[in-house]
Nanobody, 121 residues
Framework: QVQLVESGGEVVQFGGSLRLSCATS????????VGWFRQAPGKEREGVSC????????HYADSAKGRFTIFSDNVKSTVYLQMNSLKPEDTAVYFC??????????????WGKGTLVAVSS
């Protein structure tokens, strides 16, 4: 059974840091791309970052570049999102998802249930 379970979300102050984890099971991680997406209240879901674990190539949304880092531990079957210099506009539910390529949410096959990140000003 395929599972993606996010953790690490919490309330953090402006300028703070968080590391989100996406623990995967039921599939071979290095055969997939894993992305982080987020959805803020009243807004559409947007892509944040993605990693193709077979070659560790990474992609970032403009809003994440220079502040967020995505990396994977294929032994632990876990993908992480290190988030630094957090801003109130980063407040959202963060989801991880797995699919064939880092080409957006429509190509993601498996999804987690999300973890809430709230940044206070």
């Amino acid at each position: 059974q395929v599972q993606l379970v996010e953790s690490g979300g919490e309330v953090v102050q402006f300028g703070g840091s968080l590391r989100l984890s996406c623990a995967t099971s039921g599939f071979t991680l290095d055969h997939y791309a894993v992305g982080w997406f987020r959805q803020a209240p009243g807004k559409e879901r947007e892509g944040v970052s993605c990693i193709r674990t077979s070659d560790t190539s990474t992609h970032y949304a403009d809003s994440a570049k220079g502040r967020f880092t995505i990396f994977s531990d294929n032994v632990k079957s876990t993908v992480y999102l290190q988030m630094n210099s957090l801003k109130p506009e980063d407040t959202a539910v963060y989801f991880c998802a797995a699919g064939a390529e880092c080409t957006g949410s429509s190509t993601m096959k498996f999804w987690g249930k999300g973890t809430l990140v709230a940044v206070s000003s």
